[in-house]
């Protein structure tokens, strides 16, 4: 798995902390503020159906104030007052307030005495709700439509129906007999001016709606242009007052909605109307959508902005370790003279620089160390390889003086020293190698036993050295006279051995007769001038298979005692009898 590299993992790191805190101010800041938004734009427009509440209610209590003044007036509350007076006075109330359609006052029977306008005068209103509950006390009536009235007004300009709001009171004379009912209608459209006060169009263009709605809940005032028939309330409305309520309304959209209630106000005890107001959310929560959008976009240049310092600051950090690294591969390359470069941009990269050059250097001390100490090692080895090679030769030559000296002694060991040939046990040893070689190739073998007749004359009459001269001539004489095969020993003194292989007795014979001639022609020059002369005598036995060297050497040292004894200077076979 490639590694990672330090900037790509600090840039996706800056990168994404501040993302995450981009996103998540976004979201955290996008509730609170969408909750702050809920509660402002709640408490506005819950303030604009207050003002519209207040407005409405302090109109109904002015014009239930309006009826309360005129009822007690005196000139209304003495009979004798003329019907024109009285009229004039309530045509004087209706130019206070453009919004009265009909003041008026009808006697007990119901019958309308006087009115703004002479409207209706004459005519009975005993059956209308105001005139019934005014009778009794001070009333004031929901709205309605125009019943006896309509006929009279013109119709409205925006062709809405006329509706009006009742106030009536009984009036009393002046002695305190019921006089009839003061009663007026107040139209409606008082209320939608009122609204369109409070609603201006700035606020319209918000989205911002208002509805009032009577004591049963039916619609009797919608915004301007819309039909309160066609307007679908929300089942879920607030039944309570309620500020900025999120409420999804039957047309599928989201409103947040308020709900304020008419409480009347003094003289005026409230309709029980409710004014609801609306927003769309969606309108209501553009502000808080676009913080959300201008968070993010800051959020997401922000993360930019850090991946790119992430970026920049892994390059710090690393450039002096990358540094360090190509020195280090340079070194371990084998470059020589390099040094690890001093990094003091910041005390780790120190730290790490001083570190590196201090190893560094120890190795090249180690290295010179090693270098040196190779040098006298390869001095040490070829100085010891040449000793080695001169004890070697040395060895050598040692060894081939020994071997020499080997070879010498084991000459001296098995050589006569007198006559050069073969001592005695030299000739025991090649006898029985000689009698094992004829026993397996089944070849005969003879012995001849010889010695000088009368050597001790010899020696006495001229010497020992004419004697071992005497010695020395005879044995160079047999030795020139036998083959290679043959072996020849001085046994002691003047007596001699032969074993002749491949040789029976008849050969053995043969050649000692020989000898013996060859013998007797031997001249010995001595000191005091002439020369001596002397003869052997030879003592033949067979060496058969059965016999040891010494009964066969016994035989033929029998047969030689036979020969000195038959008058030496001849060859005597063994002969078993003898
Ligand atoms: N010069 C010399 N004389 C030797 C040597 N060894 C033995 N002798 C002598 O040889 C003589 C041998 O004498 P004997 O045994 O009596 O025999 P001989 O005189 O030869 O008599 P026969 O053998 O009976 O003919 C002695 O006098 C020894 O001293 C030697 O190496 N050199």
């Known amino acids: 798995m ?36 809920r509660e402002d734009i709640g408490e506005a427009i819950s303030e604009l159906a207050g003002q519209l509440r207040d407005q409405l209610d302090r109109g109904m209590n002015q014009r239930v104030r309006d009826i309360q003044i005129i009822a007690a007036l005196r000139q209304v509350r003495d009979p004798s007052t003329s019907k024109n007076d009285n009229r004039a006075v309530l045509d004087k109330l209706a130019q206070t307030f453009p919004n009265y359609a009909f003041i008026g006052m009808a006697s007990p029977d119901g019958i309308v005495q006087y009115a703004t306008h002479g409207l209706l005068e004459g005519k009975s209103v005993a059956e209308r709700p105001w005139f019934q509950a005014g009778k009794r006390d001070l009333f004031t009536g929901d709205i309605h439509e125009a019943k006896l009235l309509a006929k009279l007004l013109s119709p409205q300009a925006n062709g809405e129906p006329l509706r009006f709001v009742d106030v009536a009171t009984p009036v009393f004379d002046l002695n305190g007999q019921f006089l009839g009912v003061l009663g007026a209608h107040l139209s409606w459209a008082w209320a939608r001016g009122l609204e369109q006060n409070v609603f201006t169009p700035a606020r319209r263009n918000q989205g911002i709606e208002t509805f009032v709605l009577n004591r049963s809940g039916e619609i009797i005032l919608a915004p301007p242009g819309v039909d309160p028939a066609t307007v679908k309330l929300p089942r879920n409305l607030p039944t309570a007052e309620a500020a900025g309520e999120p409420v999804t309304w039957p047309d599928g959209n989201d409103y947040l909605t308020s709900l304020v209630l008419t409480h009347g106000e003094q003289n005026f005890a409230g309709l029980g109307w409710k004014i609801v107001v609306r927003q769309p959310t969606r309108i209501a929560f553009a502000p808080v959508r676009s913080l959300q959008l201008t968070i993010l976009v800051v959020g997401a240049i922000g993360a930019l902005v850090f991946a790119l310092l992430g970026a920049w600051l892994a390059e710090a950090i690393a450039r002096p370790m990358l540094r360090l690294a190509e020195a280090a591969e340079r070194l371990q390359q084998g470059e020589s003279g390099l040094e690890i470069p001093l990094e003091n941009q910041y005390s780790e990269s120190a730290r790490l620089s001083a570190s590196l050059r201090h190893l560094v250097a120890g190795l090249n001390d180690e290295r010179s160390k090693l270098a040196t100490l190779n040098q006298a090692l390869e001095e040490q080895v070829h100085a010891r390889t040449d000793m080695l090679d001169r004890a070697n030769m040395h060895l050598l030559s040692t060894l081939e003086e020994r071997a020499s000296m080997v070879k010498q002694l084991e000459e001296l060991a098995s050589t006569d020293s007198l006559t050069g040939l073969l001592n005695r046990r030299a000739f025991w040893l090649r006898a029985d190698m000689e009698y094992k070689r004829a026993a397996r190739s089944g070849t005969p073998l003879s012995l001849v036993m010889f010695d000088i007749d009368h050597f001790k004359r010899i020696n006495d009459a001229y010497g020992h050295d004419v004697g071992d001269e005497a010695l020395r001539q005879l044995a160079n004489v047999v030795s020139a006279s036998l083959r290679e095969i ?13 074993l002749l292989p491949e ?70 076979i063994y002969e078993a009898q003898s």
């Not at 990168?15 to 503020?33: D, E, P, R, T």
């Not at 043959?486 to 032969?498: K, P, S, T, W």
């Not at 003869?535 to 040292?557: C, K, M, N, V, Y």
Request: charge should be neutral.
């Open 2 to 37: 490639p590694r990672k590299n330090l900037r790509s993992v600090l840039m996706v790191a800056f990168a994404a902390v501040s993302a995450i805190m981009a996103l998540s101010l976004s979201l955290v800041l996008g509730h609170l503020a969408t909750e702050r938004q």
């Open 486 to 498: 043959d072996l020849v020993a001085r046994m002691g003194g003047e007596e001699f051995a032969l």
């Open 503 to 572: 040789t029976a007795v008849e050969g053995a014979q043969l050649v000692a007769e020989r000898l013996r001639e060859q013998v007797a022609q031997i001249r010995v020059p001595v000191a005091t001038g002439g020369v001596v002369s002397f003869t052997a005598s030879f003592g033949i036995s067979a060496w058969p298979q059965e016999l040891g060297l010494d009964h066969a050497l016994i035989r033929a040292d029998q047969a030689l005692y036979n020969a000195k004894n038959g008058g030496r200077d001849q060859v005597r």
